[in-house]
DNA sequence: TCTGGGGTCCTAGGACCC
DNA sequence: TCTGGGGTCCTAGGACCC
């Protein structure tokens, strides 16, 4: 079973402001270059599109509502529906902020049917939490996000092994969890539109033309999809931990730059920290006015979750190359995780060093973000300001990527 | 007065080694 | 009168997802 919630920021928000109710909205961040994530109902039919910028959306559809983001609320709302969905069945995956998968093999018994599972899960969570959600139920999770899919807002969908092919006959390949544009327009240069002809396509041709993904994708035109529900805490480990900014505007100024850096070797720094994981590599993304984009890696020496560490290496990558313009985005990332041991470092300075740094995440956790901070983020225009960017519908209420609220 | 931010996986090319 | 073949690791970029 795969659980879309309908709308879910715009929904929320909805929700919480009876004024907000029956109308064009759509969820913004609070920085000045935001765009729209999620966009109600109301706005959609107007035209108004996630990923759309401030401007445009108005453009669109005059009337629309810009409401800022409040992460808080999307957590307990995401919280709230898992907590009710692990009462359905003990496998529950927390696909993102608003998408769940469960497996309800076994689960039927209470209910009968799955279409009465479902209609009992889509009651409990309007009840508790007072959103609806698009349920699809299907022999694997490919099919059943197909079928979450096919009825909006407010669905249920089952697909069954006896009506799976008959749907996919002509269905687009486009429409398929993992078949995006490029890989649309490749299979279409083959002769290849939809399910069926994927489906039948010669397996060897695709190997060729897309490498290990072809033995999958023709599988997947058949409906055949063997990935299982990794319930929650069973996930695997993150391989990497970074955060990125689109700055208030474009800069070539190198103590700007570098204040940003710090701020965003800080977030995952602390982020890495509160997880005991620590990286062996830092990774520099930069992004130009003209939105070309890059990235440029190094390996550390040691594993670190030092701000200061992450700080110094992305710098050093900085400071290695020679930037064409003006700089539009910029983003730090570790990876080649490692889970801090625990073990104490070996020298006196290093432990100094560790126990520095626990201390501030302690008084950051107890008084709020950046009570301590270093000195250089507190200079005017230095990114300190209170700019909450926009919630990532990717983050999970859980674990590391549990949505950074503020 | 354009175009967010969080990830994973795969590929290709080069360095390096035997 | 020329330069094999196997492997691993690293980096950069791109496709895809929410």
Not at 136 to 162: R, Y
Request: with cysteine.
């Amino acid at each position: 079973m795969h659980v879309d919630m309908n709308a879910f920021f715009a929904s929320v928000e909805q929700r919480c402001d009876p004024a907000l109710r029956g109308k064009p909205i759509a969820v913004v961040g609070s920085a000045k270059r935001t765009v729209v994530t999620t966009a109600s109902y109301e706005a959609r039919k107007l035209g108004v599109k996630t990923g759309m910028n401030k401007f445009e959306a108005k453009k669109a559809c005059p009337s629309l509502i810009l409401v800022i983001g409040d992460n808080r609320k999307y957590i307990d709302a995401s919280v709230r529906i898992l907590e009710i969905l692990k009462s359905f069945s003990p496998k529950v995956e927390a696909y993102s902020i608003d998408e769940a998968f469960l497996d309800i093999t076994g689960c039927l018994k209470p209910f009968g049917s799955p279409e009465a599972l479902a209609r009992a899960v889509k009651e409990r969570i309007r009840e508790g939490v007072g959103l609806t959600c698009s349920i699809g139920i299907a022999p694997n999770k490919l099919l059943a996000k197909l079928a979450s899919d096919m009825q909006k807002p407010d669905g249920l969908v089952i697909i069954d092994e006896a009506g799976k092919a008959k749907l996919l006959e002509d269905l687009p390949v486009g429409e398929l969890w993992g078949i995006g544009p490029r890989l649309t327009e490749h299979l279409g240069r083959l002769g290849v539109k939809t399910c069926g002809q994927l489906g039948r396509f010669p397996a060897s041709v695709l190997r060729e033309r897309f490498g290990i993904i072809g033995e999958r994708l023709r599988l997947m035109g058949q409906g055949v999809y063997s990935s299982e529900v990794v319930p929650i805490g069973q996930e695997e480990e993150a391989k990497s931990v970074g955060h990125s900014t689109t700055l208030p505007a474009d800069t070539s100024e190198k103590a700007e730059i570098k204040r940003y850096l710090l701020k965003l070797s800080e977030m995952v720094g602390a982020r890495a920290r509160e997880h005991c994981l620590k990286g062996g590599k830092v990774c520099l993304t930069i992004r130009y006015p003209d939105f070309y984009t890059f990235s440029r890696q190094r390996t550390l020496p040691v594993h670190t979750n030092d701000t200061r560490a992450i700080y110094a290496s992305a710098l050093a990558i900085l400071e290695s190359m020679r930037l064409r313009t003006a700089v539009r985005l910029l983003g730090v990332s570790i990876s080649a995780l490692a889970k801090g041991s625990g073990q104490m470092a070996l020298f006196e300075e290093d432990r100094r060093r560790e126990k520095l740094l626990e201390a501030m995440d302690e008084v950051n956790r107890s008084f709020g973000e950046y009570t301590v901070t270093w000195g250089t983020l507190l200079d005017e225009g230095g990114g300190s300001e209170d700019d909450t960017g926009v919630i990532s519908p990717a983050w999970r209420p859980v674990g590391v990527k549990r949505v950074n609220v503020k």
